[in-house]
């Protein structure tokens, strides 16, 4: 028999580093001889995006195209730290050390128009970016600025349980409704609508990318993924044991963008790579105790665990009856 049942979760998140460890990330733009904006940032991109949403919060300082926006990043030679592709940070943290150095550029490139007007006599003249690097060398300026972002958080009073351990916060909320084999255990997700804040969406398209991939992420760890770790021996070391969803697997998502702009986020953003695959556990868990009553308390909830659990709660109900 095949039951359907419906669930909620909902997670808080705290980004960055949290407990008062410093938290810094460091940046250096230029205007080089073609005209472009070059971004010198440690922030590393691993799939997540970082070099699409810098380089936007860039461009958006500069009023200038993407096109004009050169990012140089993942280079210790040349490229000041951003500290760490974790904790959901580099929007936040390295978005606003990017948006503080392209601020001191823009005063300085406004500097150099300003001395080059006053020079030529022209007031109502458009320089161009490549005009405006040719106008800086014959002033003797180099176009160049760094500046660096510290998130603030703070350590946790023990005594009074008080404190900044975390900043910013999001916010997710996800509601599933899965349907439950009860003779095989087999648990197939249906549907999922995932409410995500975002504090201010810079990229919607990628936040609805990585709300979909953090669920899958949330519903592998949830159904699928099992280590089999025994006297410290991983025994699923390869896929055909380590269990994942294929596309196959993956339910229809509704994406819903939450935006509740950070006053201190770049823009008002916040970053989002972990918080969007929390949320997907308590809620598929939920609806598995609405469909077939059963709370579970490992995982993955395997189909042998399920079944084993259904027959437990059908024993239990039995005795209970007589």
């Not at 003797?140 to 600025?145: E, Q, T």
């Not at 609805?208 to 699923?236: R, V």
Request: glycine share 10%.
């Amino acid at each position: 028999m095949k039951k359907r049942g419906k669930g909620i979760g909902a997670t808080f998140y705290g980004t960055g580093y949290g407990n008062g460890f410093p938290d810094v990330s460091n940046c250096e733009v230029e205007l080089n001889c073609q005209g472009k904006i070059v971004v010198y940032t440690g922030a590393t991109e691993v799939g997540q995006g970082a070099k699409t949403v810098l380089s936007q919060i860039a461009a958006e300082v500069m009023g200038v195209d993407l096109d004009s926006i050169v990012l140089v990043c993942e280079d210790t030679c040349c490229t000041p730290d951003a500290g760490t592709a974790a904790a959901s940070r580099q929007t936040y943290n390295t978005g606003n050390g990017v948006r503080l150095a392209c601020i001191k550029l823009k005063e300085m490139i406004k500097k150099v128009e300003e001395n080059h007007k006053r020079v030529k006599g022209l007031p109502d003249e458009i320089l161009t970016m490549k005009e405006i690097y040719e106008a800086s060398r014959a002033q003797a300026i180099i176009l160049k600025a760094r500046d660096s972002f510290t998130a603030c958080t703070s350590t946790m009073d023990e005594e009074n349980g008080q404190g900044s351990p975390y900043w910013p916060y999001t916010f997710s909320c996800y509601a599933v409704e899965v349907e439950v084999d009860t003779e095989t255990g087999r648990i197939e997700v249906l549907n999922a609508y995932c409410a995500q804040d975002v504090g201010k969406a810079i990229n919607p398209v990628l936040i609805e990318g990585q709300i979909e991939g953090g669920f899958a992420m949330g519903m592998s760890w949830t159904l699928y993924e099992d280590l089999n770790l025994n006297q410290g021996i991983i025994k699923n070391n390869n896929f055909s044991k380590y269990i994942i969803p294929t596309s196959m697997d993956m339910p229809d998502i509704c994406s819903i963008i939450v935006e509740d702009e950070e006053s201190t986020g770049p823009y008002g953003a916040k970053g989002i790579g972990e918080p969007v695959m929390l949320a997907a556990m308590p809620a598929i868990l939920n609806a598995i105790h609405d469909a077939v009553g059963i709370r579970v308390t490992k995982l993955p909830a395997s189909p042998d665990y399920i079944v084993k659990k259904i027959q437990e709660l059908d024993k239990s109900n039995l005795i209970e009856r007589k």
